[in-house]
């Protein structure tokens, strides 16, 4: 069973049925469940699938072993072949068992970055037969796969060649959200009430491979324990491998996601450059930004009304939480009630406010929603930072532009229990509207809302200063269509 992705399940049923050859990219994080999907999706459908998966780090010699082997499984009830040379002998042995089908036939290319090894000429074949030939064939669908965003958004959907403006389709697939990770975890028999899956999500993200180690009968902070603090804690070296799986360099980026990760409420690119004591100008620190962005990491923004000011900010969640809890920790023996005390200590609540605003903002049409407006313009966070100490800074968590000449200032907040704006707070808000509307100048109305987890306490402050309206975790957990 897929749970969720409809979005997708729509699309690949328009490419199943197409009467054209179909040439699909589908891009995502590691583990958020590419190849699963494609493959169920296809395994009940009437067509032959072709699936090869690439090696990471494997060489040329042993790409073209496996590539062999996924051709004869698939057409030739697994007859022994001569190994090919070269991706040009494969590809048309390929060639020959796609001219004799005539059912749909799909060409499921998994981890192609690690298959298109360094001078293999995997992507010139690619090219060759896609143009000359498959692509004339109403019954062949192509499908490229991998985590690695930025190499399959550069060297296929944005190919300067042969390749460019031939990809049909494209999937970015995305983490489950909240509702999609309650579904997928009751399809397991596990019901936990929402309070435990946010807990949940805030570590784990909505990476469905992850959630997997989720127990029934445990919780939230029992599995926590069993997943990152146990001595064969399953994802307890998982971080190294994620960032090995994507970028050559590998280093180079996790030293890159920890300086941003330092910064809670954002870092300049000016402090990155900086800090990351990277050569060759700012060349290498845009390039890998961009793949961190294009990878789902972090989050690049630009403060609402401005055109420059980037800043940028970790948005994962498994990474907010390793590197918060675990990186620090991997050589301590740890009690059995070792979460539980830590999720007692001020350092958690301080952690989970930052990774509650990232859940936010993977949930701003639901947030949109349960406010009853309607969004035209951008939609990003604000912030003033003041050079003078007797000018107060600010910083607003979601800005929504709105198509009715009004703005939503929306202010993020997690608590256990419900939030109290007390009189201190509401003086803060009340300066954050007035810094707002001076720094941007903007003449639209202003309306404040509160995103609270546990909903907002209603006293006199809450009444003079909220009236934009109020979002509780139910309204992230709504089943959007």
Same mark, same amino acid.
């Given at each position: 069973?897929?749970?969720?992705?409809?979005?997708?399940?729509?699309?690949?049923?328009?490419?199943?049925?197409?009467?054209?050859?179909?040439?699909?990219?589908?891009?995502?994080?590691?583990?958020?469940?590419?190849?699963?999907?494609?493959?169920?999706?296809?395994?009940?459908?009437?067509?032959?699938?072709?699936?090869?998966?690439?090696?990471?780090?494997?060489?040329?010699?042993?790409?073209?072993?496996?590539?062999?082997?996924?051709?004869?499984?698939?057409?030739?009830?697994?007859?022994?072949?001569?190994? +090919?040379? /070269?991706?040009? #002998?494969?590809?048309?042995? *390929?060639?020959?068992?796609?001219? !004799?089908?005539?059912? =749909?036939? %799909?060409?499921?290319?998994?981890?192609?970055?690690?298959?298109?090894?360094?001078?293999?000429?995997?992507?010139?074949?690619?090219?060759?037969?896609?143009?000359?030939?498959?692509?004339?064939?109403?019954?062949?669908?192509?499908?490229?796969?991998?985590?690695?965003?930025?190499?399959?958004?550069?060297?296929?959907?944005?190919?300067?060649?042969?390749?460019?403006?031939?990809?049909?389709?494209?999937?970015?697939?995305? +983490?489950? /959200?909240?509702? #999609?990770?309650?579904?997928? *975890?009751?399809?397991?028999?596990? !019901?936990?009430?929402? =309070?435990? %899956?946010?807990?949940?999500?805030?570590?784990?993200?909505?990476?469905?491979?992850?959630?997997?180690?989720?127990?029934?009968?445990?919780?939230?902070?029992?599995?926590?324990?069993?997943?990152?603090?146990?001595?064969?804690?399953?994802?307890?070296?998982?971080?190294?491998?994620?960032?090995?799986?994507?970028?050559?360099?590998?280093?180079?980026?996790?030293?890159?996601?920890?300086?941003?990760?330092?910064?809670?409420?954002?870092?300049?690119?000016? #402090?990155?450059?900086?800090?990351?004591?990277?050569?060759?100008?700012?060349?290498?620190?845009?390039?890998?930004?961009?793949?961190?962005?294009?990878?789902?990491?972090?989050?690049?923004?630009?403060?609402?009304?401005?055109?420059?000011?980037?800043?940028?900010?970790?948005?994962?969640?498994?990474?907010?939480?390793?590197?918060?809890?675990?990186?620090?920790?991997?050589?301590?023996?740890?009690?059995?009630?070792?979460?539980?005390?830590?999720?007692?200590?001020?350092?958690?609540?301080?952690?989970?406010?930052?990774?509650?605003?990232?859940?936010?903002?993977?949930?701003?049409?639901?947030?949109?929603?349960?406010?009853?407006?309607?969004?035209?313009?951008?939609?990003?966070?604000?912030?003033?930072?003041?050079?003078?100490?007797?000018?107060?800074?600010?910083?607003?968590?979601?800005?929504?532009?709105?198509?009715?000449?009004?703005?939503?200032?929306?202010?993020?907040?997690?608590?256990?229990?419900?939030?109290?704006?007390?009189?201190?707070?509401?003086?803060?808000?009340?300066?954050?509207?007035?810094?707002?509307?001076?720094?941007?100048?903007?003449?639209?109305?202003?309306?404040?809302?509160?995103?609270?987890?546990?909903?907002?306490?209603?006293?006199?402050?809450?009444?003079?200063?909220?009236?934009?309206?109020?979002?509780?975790?139910?309204?992230?957990?709504?089943?959007?269509?």
């Amino acid at each position: 069973m897929i749970i969720g992705r409809t979005k997708e399940l729509k699309l690949l049923n328009k490419v199943y049925s197409s009467q054209e050859a179909e040439f699909v990219v589908i891009y995502g994080r590691r583990r958020v469940g590419k190849t699963y999907l494609i493959r169920e999706f296809f395994a009940n459908k009437k067509c032959k699938l072709l699936h090869a998966t690439g090696l990471q780090h494997g060489s040329q010699k042993k790409q073209l072993k496996k590539f062999t082997e996924a051709v004869s499984e698939t057409f030739l009830d697994n007859i022994a072949l001569e190994a +090919p040379k /070269n991706w040009e #002998e494969a590809f048309n042995v *390929l060639h020959k068992q796609l001219s !004799k089908s005539q059912e =749909k036939v %799909v060409i499921f290319l998994d981890e192609l970055p690690w298959m298109a090894t360094r001078r293999s000429g995997l992507l010139e074949e690619i090219d060759y037969y896609w143009n000359r030939n498959w692509s004339k064939m109403h019954n062949v669908i192509l499908v490229a796969c991998g985590s690695s965003a930025s190499w399959l958004i550069k060297k296929i959907i944005n190919n300067k060649g042969g390749l460019h403006n031939r990809v049909t389709r494209s999937i970015n697939l995305l +983490p489950f /959200n909240l509702a #999609e990770t309650d579904e997928f *975890l009751k399809s397991r028999n596990i !019901k936990l009430n929402q =309070k435990h %899956v946010l807990s949940l999500y805030m570590a784990l993200g909505g990476i469905p491979y992850y959630l997997k180690y989720i127990e029934r009968g445990l919780t939230a902070e029992q599995n926590i324990q069993h997943i990152f603090f146990t001595k064969e804690a399953p994802l307890q070296s998982e971080f190294n491998k994620l960032f090995e799986s994507l970028f050559e360099n590998a280093d180079a980026y996790i030293e890159l996601i920890k300086l941003i990760a330092k910064r809670k409420e954002g870092a300049r690119r000016a #402090e990155l450059k900086v800090d990351a004591r990277l050569s060759s100008g700012g060349g290498r620190l845009s390039r890998r930004l961009q793949d961190l962005k294009e990878a789902g990491f972090i989050e690049e923004n630009i403060p609402w009304g401005r055109s420059t000011g980037e800043y940028y900010k970790l948005i994962d969640e498994f990474c907010l939480f390793y590197l918060q809890w675990v990186v620090s920790q991997k050589q301590k023996q740890f009690t059995q009630d070792y979460w539980l005390n830590q999720s007692q200590r001020p350092a958690y609540y301080a952690w989970s406010g930052y990774a509650f605003e990232a859940v936010c903002m993977k949930h701003v049409d639901h947030i949109i929603h349960a406010l009853h407006i309607k969004a035209s313009g951008k939609i990003s966070a604000w912030r003033f930072i003041s050079r003078k100490k007797i000018v107060e800074g600010a910083q607003v968590d979601l800005v929504i532009d709105r198509s009715d000449n009004a703005i939503t200032l929306c202010e993020i907040k997690y608590t256990d229990q419900q939030y109290t704006i007390d009189k201190q707070y509401a003086k803060n808000l009340k300066n954050k509207i007035e810094v707002f509307k001076e720094k941007t100048g903007t003449k639209k109305q202003i309306f404040l809302a509160m995103i609270c987890a546990n909903g907002l306490k209603k006293t006199t402050y809450s009444d003079e200063q909220i009236d934009g309206g109020i979002v509780a975790l139910d309204s992230l957990f709504y089943k959007m269509d």
